[in-house]
């Protein structure tokens, strides 16, 4: 089973452009990379999803290199309120039954 | 739409008693997960769904711990004779493959505060 590694915590400034880079050196061919966002109190968030070069949407771009070893979110120009919890997760995208392995993610703090 | 709901969001219990969390998906979504999150930790696998059947429930601790999805759509998960360790928030979340989604993009509800005193 593919496994990540992230930073355990980041901080931050408020207007500034933040990258959290995961390490999934075991990941199979099809699997794709996830993130998710998870607020105090809240269930996680799913952010962004990809399998390889650049994804963007209105949150984030997700950065994969050609290896697919490592993936970078990328949050632009935070705010406060992008303080949050976020896990990078690796998996098949079309099988189901696959479930998804869940680590500590990357505390990230924004501050003013 | 209506998200991923679950009830009770806050439930009590002494230890031994038995407890029922309940989770509704977002409506036409056939499969259903239930999590366990402890503080500090992600969520934790407990059961898959895939319409009315259990079709993973690897995630399981022991034979205390029961899942249900009679119609396929609202789950209960059900716990005996509870005990302290499984205090926890008890996430619930579903996905479907419609609208160019994927399994992988899963919705979660609130989830549920167990405290087993």
């Known amino acids: 089973l593919a496994k990540t590694t992230q930073p355990i915590s980041m901080d931050s400034y408020e207007g500034q452009e933040v990258n959290i880079t995961c390490s999934h050196n075991n990941i199979a061919t099809n699997d794709y990379i996830t993130w998710y966002q998870q607020f105090p109190s809240q269930g996680p968030r799913f952010i962004i999803q990809g399998y390889k070069t650049k994804v963007t949407n209105e949150v984030a771009s997700l950065f994969i290199p050609a290896d697919r070893k490592s993936s970078t979110l990328s949050l632009p120009r935070v705010s406060l309120s992008d303080t949050a919890v976020y896990y990078c997760?690796?998996?098949?995208?079309?099988?189901?039954?696959?479930?998804?392995?869940w680590g500590a993610g990357t505390k990230l703090i924004i501050k003013p | 739409g209506a998200g991923v709901s679950q009830t009770p969001s806050n439930k009590v219990t002494e230890k031994g008693k038995y407890v029922e969390l309940r989770c509704d998906p977002i409506?036409?979504?056939?499969?259903l997960y239930w999590y366990r999150q402890s503080l500090g930790q992600g969520p934790e696998f407990l059961i898959y769904f895939q319409g009315t059947g259990a079709a993973d429930d690897s995630g399981l601790p022991n034979d205390r711990f029961f899942a249900v999805r009679p119609e396929g759509s609202v789950s209960t998960l059900k716990i005996q004779r509870t005990e302290r360790g499984d205090s926890a928030v008890y996430l619930c979340?579903?996905?479907?493959?419609?609208?160019?989604?994927?399994?992988?993009?899963?919705?979660f509800g609130p989830g549920t505060r167990l405290t087993v005193l």
């Open positions: 997760l690796v998996g098949p995208i079309m099988d189901s039954n696959y479930q998804l392995i």
């Open positions: 979340a579903s996905s479907s493959m419609t609208s160019g989604r994927t399994f992988n993009e899963q919705f």
């Open positions: 409506s036409g979504h056939t499969a």
